[in-house]
């Protein structure tokens, strides 16, 4: 059976009222669909990056991170509600470019039976990482790229020019610096250039540069978590470059209005894009997935 989505006028002008897939017959409603959802600036958020209007308030919060004992990122309560809503109606994956210690301190209220890390250098299972992805992982990468150690020197020399505040090495797979500021990141494209001959691709990310294998990618692990998951529909949300690849394979993709995909104008024939930007684009984009997924989610969204 079909079935058409009638989009409240308070959402982005941006969304359309194509008809979505169906449901399997005898499916739940949502059940066929995997949601893939990148998470910082995507859902969830640092106050450095509410991006609030000046003297519109805050909306109610909800602390999903705390580092050192210290909330450190946010999501709003209404996009809390929907978080929950989507991960009991159809399998709700976050993808993220965050090591595994680093998504572990993410707390979304729901428990994701898979959850893809370190750009899809690691997929846990009910928690739990699954050594025989990270073995593929890897070979791909001997094979496919040049050595981990070549790309480190680079990092250094970058980091010799003062402008970076941190250099880290990702569970083995991949660097990411830090700058003190946004500013401060120097033109890479040339550095972006040289990796790209030896297999390694450069994507930066506000303070953040990433130094990463081509092979290692969001969307191939999410080819595996789609095979075991046995869904047969993917729902896509991101704001950065390195989500492109699941965006662009996704029967529905969303972004919000700020980032980096923002920032260069993309666009794709299924994407939709949030009137809002920051936080309140992270509620509004899972308004979007809900609504264009799930019957009576129009109603879940003004509560």
Same mark, same amino acid.
């Given at each position: ?15 359309d ?22 998470l910082? &600036?995507?859902l ?5 990056? @509410? ?5 519109g ?17 946010f ?24 090591t ?5 301190r ?7 039976? @898979? ?6 250098? &690691? ?8 050594e %025989? ?16 150690? %070549? ?22 797979? @991949? ?12 033109d ?16 930066? &990310? ?13 969307e191939?692990?999410l ?13 896509a949300?991101? %704001?950065?470059?390195?989500?492109r ?9 969303v ?29 509004e984009?899972?308004?979007?997935l ?7 989610a ?6």
């Open positions: 059976m079909l079935w058409i989505v009638r989009v409240p006028a308070s959402y982005s002008s941006g969304i009222t194509r008809t979505p897939l169906a449901p399997s017959p005898g499916s739940p409603p949502g059940s066929r669909w995997l949601v893939a959802c990148d910082d &600036q995507t969830v958020y640092s106050r450095r990056s @509410f991006r609030l209007a000046p003297g308030g805050e909306p109610a919060l909800v602390t999903v991170e705390h580092i050192d004992g210290q909330p450190a990122a999501c709003t309560v209404r996009a809390a509600k929907l978080i929950a809503w989507l991960a009991a109606a159809a399998t709700l994956v976050p993808v993220t470019t965050r595994r210690a680093q998504y572990e993410i707390d979304l209220g729901v428990r994701p039976k @898979f959850a893809i890390t370190t750009n899809g250098g &690691q997929l846990l299972v009910d928690g739990c990482p699954d %025989d992805w990270a073995a593929l992982v890897r070979a791909r990468i001997d094979t496919q790229a040049g050595p981990l150690a %070549d790309v480190q020197a680079v990092a250094e020399r970058l980091a010799a020019d003062g402008w970076v505040r941190v250099s880290r090495v990702a569970e083995g797979l @991949f660097v990411y610096l830090v700058a003190h500021e946004r500013g401060a990141v120097p890479l494209r040339g550095v972006a250039a040289d990796l790209a001959a030896d297999g390694w691709r450069l994507s930066v &990310q506000g303070r953040k540069v990433y130094l990463l294998p081509a092979v290692l990618t969001k191939a692990a080819v595996e978590v789609m095979r075991r998951a046995g869904a047969a529909a993917l729902a949300a991101g %704001d950065s470059l390195l989500d690849g699941m965006l662009a394979a996704a029967e529905l993709a972004r919000p209005a700020h980032g980096e995909l923002h920032e260069s104008g993309w666009t794709w024939p299924n994407l939709r894009i949030t009137a809002a930007a920051g936080l309140l684009g992270g509620q984009l899972l308004e979007i809900a609504t264009a997924l799930l019957p009576g129009g109603d879940l969204a003004t509560d």
